[in-house]
């Protein structure tokens, strides 16, 4: 329990933000995105609609919380070399697409993203705005090492990263796995050092 | 008009088919993915129904024949040089991935492909695997040629390239333009020429 506002000003009960979460990625794996709804969410987290409905604005919210944004990557190390800034970058994408609950939500998220300019701004905001930071923080590292060709844009490095990761699983239906993490991350510094120094 | 057996064995009429094909373009860029009906697309193709279900078991089937699959690329050229067959190769994924009827269908129905193995297996083995075939020629042909460093998996390359272009206009919303396209033609012929010969 903390005393953080939240909307409305209310004071903010941790246990049941943690309970509408839980419940949500525990519905999205056994039903799917489609049959999701606000009522299975409260019956299963033993709460009432009305505390869903404080905290998010509709379903997609929920689910944007549960499964993707809840997610989120730590800050980028610097460990002094690009390929395993890179491996750290591929690998936490990966996983964050990799979960049960984000496979059974994304692909019907990224329908309603598409469908709904609010819903997609806020996802640019939050997530996309996010690791493309830390694309952009590994690309600094990197060429302030000297280690990176000129030009770079951060936004088609971050393209090509996700896209991979997202194309393997969702596209292609093959897992991400340490293999395919370490062709990607090895195609990427190649193609991020090849003429540099 | 041909004669060509088509489901059924009745002979194929070919104005009808792209009268379907035309309507269910129009209709997506109209009203999306999500409003398309077979009772909307053979009102606006001036067919029956019945002439509708004859050529596709459902909507999904259509929307891929109308919006995906009738947009497969052409087979590849043998330009002598890897970075020109990348160029035909961004540019062509690129094309079919922009188009207007494309972005209103492709996000929902990767939705539905995802919650049904059987649309899933279809779509992998009709416009994924043609895709696939042509990056493994050009790969085959840039080895032939002694311009790829080796071990390089088709696979990966063609989650690269599609992912790329995917995730710069489904996931991160801007154009898959000219410059966009030059930029991952050129990260891409140097993650796979880098150290060769």
Do not use: C
Not at 14 to 21: E, N, P, S
Not at 77 to 99: F, Q, Y
Not at 186 to 197: S, V
């Amino acid at each position: 329990m903390t005393d953080e506002p939240q909307r409305g000003g209310r004071p903010r009960d941790t246990r049941v933000d943690a309970a509408i979460l839980a419940a949500t990625r525990t519905l999205l794996a056994e039903v799917g995105y489609g049959a999701l709804t606000m009522d299975l969410v409260a019956g299963r987290a033993n709460v009432g609609k009305a505390a869903i409905y404080r905290r998010y604005a509709g379903k997609q919210d929920l689910v944007f919380a549960a499964a993707v944004h809840g997610r989120t990557l730590d800050p980028p190390p610097d460990s002094g070399d690009l390929r395993t800034d890179l491996r750290w970058l591929v690998g936490g994408i990966a996983r964050s697409l990799s979960s049960p609950e984000t496979r059974a939500a994304l692909p019907a998220l990224l329908a309603d993203v598409t469908a709904d300019d609010d819903v997609a701004d806020r996802f640019m905001r939050t997530f996309v705005a996010e690791e493309r930071a830390y694309v952009e923080t590994i690309l600094d590292q990197a060429r302030r090492r000297g280690d990176l060709r000129t030009p770079v844009d951060a936004e088609v490095v971050h393209s090509l990263v996700l896209g991979a990761i997202f194309a393997r699983i969702y596209l292609l239906r093959k897992p991400a796995d340490k293999a395919y993490q370490h062709e990607v991350t090895d195609l990427a510094a190649k193609a991020l050092t090849e003429g540099a120094r």
